[in-house]
């Protein structure tokens, strides 16, 4: 009697699986440069256990005045990804959603949630930003958002979320207190 490998059909179950669940990127930034607001990343150890984050300090030649983040989600969970940073002068900054970029695609992300807010005395203040939860419309589109190119409004199961890609993506303005402990939570997955 032969005996029947498994091996092979892991390998084509994993390969299936792979790719109905492959991860994508979400990119997430927090730009004080048009004020030449100094950016400094907390707990960065952590966070890129997990995540990428960085000041790609490309915004001017001398300062970081940007945070750029990324993490991952497949189309078969909701991902939950947590980034920590701090102003370092008050002022107004520019926090932009968009999906990653990968080689040869464009994926949609859906964003459920967007929470910043001031960490004091080691617990959460509420959200600084409007609408975080893309509750409130207006034409279609999320009240105290801009956005730019097409991003869209969907339904996913019970909630509703907001589609953002590479090019097309959102932003809010918001003011900061100096030295602020900030934390920076995202709730998003892939749609295709």
Known sequence: MKKFSTIPFLCVLLALLSTAASAHPILITFDGGEQEIPMVINNAEIVRQKHSIYNPGHFKEQGKYAIMMSAKSTDTEWAEATFYFSP?????????????????????????????????????????????????????????????????????????????????????????????????????????
């Open 88 to 192: 370092k002068k008050a002022g107004t900054v520019k926090l932009s959603v968009r999906g990653g970029y990968l080689e040869g695609e464009t994926p949609w992300i859906v964003i459920r949630d967007v929470i910043l807010c001031e960490v004091v005395q080691g617990k959460d203040g509420e959200n600084l930003l409007q609408n975080g939860s893309f509750k409130e419309l207006e034409n279609d589109m999320p009240v105290s958002w801009n956005p730019v190119k097409t991003p869209y409004m969907i339904q996913i199961g019970t909630f509703t979320g907001l589609a953002v890609s590479f090019p097309s993506f959102v932003f809010q303005e918001l003011n900061v207190r100096e030295n602020a402990h900030l934390k920076l939570t995202v709730v998003f997955k892939t749609i295709f």
